[in-house]
């Protein structure tokens, strides 16, 4: 059974940073296509980054484009994400999708809280 | 950048037929753009439902398909159940290394 288990969500003040870890459980996950999805509160989903099995590619959502940076440590089976300069819009439950082929055919985790506030 | 519009809301009876749509500004969309649908109950993450216009991903009843409709990706439910009450995201690919999710369904089944 696939997990995807995110942390390092936190209670941060606008112009601060986050590290979001996400450990994976189940799945080659040298093999795996990895994205980062989130979700204000109240609101739909949005598609933030992406990042290829070798890491080779990666990709990211042109409003979001300079503050964020997704990495991946194969051996350990994670997922990062890197974000600074965060601002309120940032308030977010930040999750960890991925699977074999393509991202998005994948599992979802349960989600970790980014809350910007001064 | 393009929108990716979907139904704000729909309802359906027990056992009707439904179908959700997918659409994005000033194009048709097709198989290329990958289509996928997603299923979120409250309090819950999404799960995948559909990836690739019409594969479903394991486990999802096969009450629930995907097909190109165009000029837009749809969502149809054959047989709605009260489970099915949800709000349902759909993504597509629009190139470049850019995916975008559209705005969301709410499903009423009543």
């Known amino acids: 059974q696939v997990q995807m288990v995110e942390s390092g969500g936190d209670l941060v003040k606008p112009g601060g940073f986050l590290r979001l870890t996400c450990t994976v459980s189940?799945?080659?996950?040298?093999?795996?296509?990895m994205s980062w999805v989130r979700q204000a509160p109240g609101k739909g989903l949005e598609w933030i980054a992406y990042?290829?099995?070798?890491?080779?590619?990666?990709y990211y959502a042109a409003s979001l484009q300079g503050r964020l940076s997704i990495s991946r440590d194969n051996a350990k089976k994670s997922l990062y994400l890197h974000m600074n300069s965060l601002t309120v819009e940032d308030t977010a439950l930040y999750y960890c999708?991925?699977?074999?082929?393509?991202?998005?055919?994948?599992?979802w985790g349960q989600g970790t809280l980014v809350t910007v506030s001064s | 950048q393009p929108v990716v519009t979907q139904e704000p809301s729909l309802s359906v009876s027990p056992g009707g037929t439904v179908t959700l749509t997918c659409g994005v500004t000033?194009?048709?969309?097709?198989?290329?753009?990958?289509p996928s649908w997603f299923q979120q109950s409250p309090g819950q993450p999404p799960r995948t439902l559909i990836h690739?216009?019409?594969i479903r991903s394991s486990g999802v009843p096969d009450r629930f398909s995907g097909s190109i409709l165009s000029p837009k990706a749809a969502l149809t439910i054959t047989g709605a159940q009260t489970d099915d009450d949800s709000h349902y995201y759909c993504?597509?690919?629009?190139?470049?290394?850019?995916?975008?999710f559209g705005g969301g369904t709410k499903l009423t089944v009543l």
């Open positions: 999708v991925g699977g074999l082929g393509s991202w998005y055919s994948g599992s």
């Open positions: 189940g799945l080659a996950f040298s093999e795996a296509y």
């Open positions: 990042m290829t099995p070798s890491g080779r590619n990666i």
């Open positions: 000033s194009r048709s969309v097709s198989t290329s753009y990958n």
């Open positions: 690739s216009t019409n």
């Open positions: 993504l597509l690919y629009l190139g470049g290394g850019v995916w975008v």
